[in-house]
């Protein structure tokens, strides 16, 4: 009992025991729905930058959710390497969030069709190391949870995870 005890207060003490006392219970659970690519350059800084957005949609219907992973790489001219580092953000959508209104005009007459998404404030960001990335991608299952919510990644999220992962490997 007194080891058990001490054990327990080393823990404690050492913060092992601090993450199974943070669990947030869930509240919901999201499965994966979607994906796209954008990727463009950084003229600034002659960099590619890549986002790979996946779309998650609730089981109640009531929220929907979308995990960006951005990264960054040398664009042509520059030495070739690979990715450092990924952002993975993760957005909640509520189901009251109305597609935004926007609009572009060029030259002052001509119209440009554009898109608009809110890029919402019930965000979180974790910057992953490149090899993290790569374990995630190379992982069977993937269930990241926010906003007390389970995000569960479809098995096609999953395959094309790992073909972006491939992609951003190579240097460019």
Do not use: C, Y
């Not at 690979?82 to 926007?102: F, G, L, N, W, Y």
């Not at 490149?130 to 299952?141: G, K, N, Q, Y």
């Amino acid at each position: 009992m007194r080891r058990a005890l001490l054990l327990a207060g080393v823990l404690w003490i050492t913060g092992m025991a601090a993450p199974v006392l943070a669990q947030v219970p869930l509240t919901g659970r999201a499965l994966g729905q979607g994906i796209t690519l954008e990727m463009h350059t950084d003229q600034a800084s002659n960099t590619w930058i890549s986002t790979a957005t996946l779309t998650f949609a609730d089981t109640g219907g009531n929220r929907t959710f979308s995990i960006d992973f951005v990264t960054q790489f040398p664009a042509a001219g520059q030495r070739p390497a690979r990715s450092r580092s990924v952002d993975m953000i993760v957005s909640e959508h509520q189901p009251t969030e109305k597609t935004p209104a926007m609009s572009m005009r060029l030259n002052g007459v001509e119209s440009l069709p554009v898109t608009p998404r809110f890029h919402t404030s019930r965000s979180v960001v974790a910057t992953l190391s490149f090899d993290e990335f790569l374990r995630l991608a190379d992982a069977t299952t993937v269930a990241p949870t926010a906003f007390n919510t389970e995000l569960e990644f479809s098995l096609a999220q999953i395959g094309i995870l790992r073909t972006f992962a491939d992609q951003w490997t190579k240097p460019r």
